[in-house]
């Protein structure tokens, strides 16, 4: 079955950096788009990033734009989060996601994993 | 990219049916047929129930609905079980090639 395990969180300080790992197992990983999503203490969804399939695409929320940059390895079925000039509001647990084949839906999130949480704080 | 407008909680009786609008602009909710809405107990992971509108996965029962009228889209839970209750997130696709949540409302089965 479709298995998303994200690691790398915890507690660093403002203006550092950390990266994210999501491991991909249980589906054909290099086949399929993934996403970024975190979710502040207290609050909702909040949409992050998206890859393309091959890399060739990635977006960004304006909230993170310059300062996170996502990526994959399809030999190793690894999706990343580099993140950059953390700040407070960055805190967060961070779900990685797969974006459904355009077979299903060109637009939804099927699977998600069950996040890690990052605190930024001195 | 301002989120989705979702009212904060619902709740309803076991049975009943409840209704959770969501609320985007022309450029996102308005203007593809690409609302989802996922199910999110606390601590777990989002699930999926609803795709572009209407459509529910695999295994998702059929109490969950979904339509859309203009800039709103909404979910409907009919025959309201305990189990139900729940954070619920709408999201959309946008014409800047991103996507956008709802800030999530709480159903509370009474």
């Known amino acids: 079955q479709v298995q998303l395990v994200e690691s790398g969180g915890g507690v660093v300080q403002p203006e550092r950096s950390l990266t994210l790992s999501c491991a991909a197992s249980g589906f054909t990983f290099s086949s399929y788009g993934m996403h970024w999503v975190r979710q502040a203490p207290g609050k909702g969804l909040e949409w992050v990033a998206v890859?393309?399939?091959?890399?060739?695409?990635?977006y960004y929320a304006d909230s993170v734009k310059g300062r996170f940059t996502i990526s994959r390895d399809n030999y190793k079925n690894t999706l990343y989060l580099q993140m950059n000039s953390l700040r407070a509001e960055d805190t967060a647990v961070y779900y990685c996601a797969r974006k459904a084949p355009c077979s299903t839906s060109c637009y939804a999130v099927d699977y998600w994993g069950q996040g890690t949480l990052v605190t930024v704080s001195s | 990219q301002s989120a989705l407008t979702q009212p904060a909680s619902v709740s309803g009786s076991p049975g009943q049916s409840i209704t959770i609008s969501c609320t985007g602009t022309?450029?996102?909710?308005?203007?593809?047929?690409?609302v989802s809405w996922y199910q999110h107990y606390p601590g777990k992971a989002p699930q999926l129930i609803i795709y572009?509108?209407?459509n529910r996965p695999s295994g998702v029962s059929n109490r969950f609905s979904g339509s859309k009228s203009g800039n709103t889209a909404s979910l409907t839970i009919s025959g309201l079980q305990a189990e139900d209750e729940a954070d619920y997130y709408c999201?959309?696709?946008?014409?800047?090639?991103?996507?956008?949540f709802g800030g999530g409302t709480k159903l509370t089965v009474l």
């Open positions: 999201s959309s696709y946008t014409s800047s090639i991103t996507w956008v």
């Open positions: 890859i393309w399939y091959d890399a060739t695409k990635k």
């Open positions: 572009d509108v209407t």
């Open positions: 022309s450029s996102d909710l308005g203007d593809y047929n690409s």
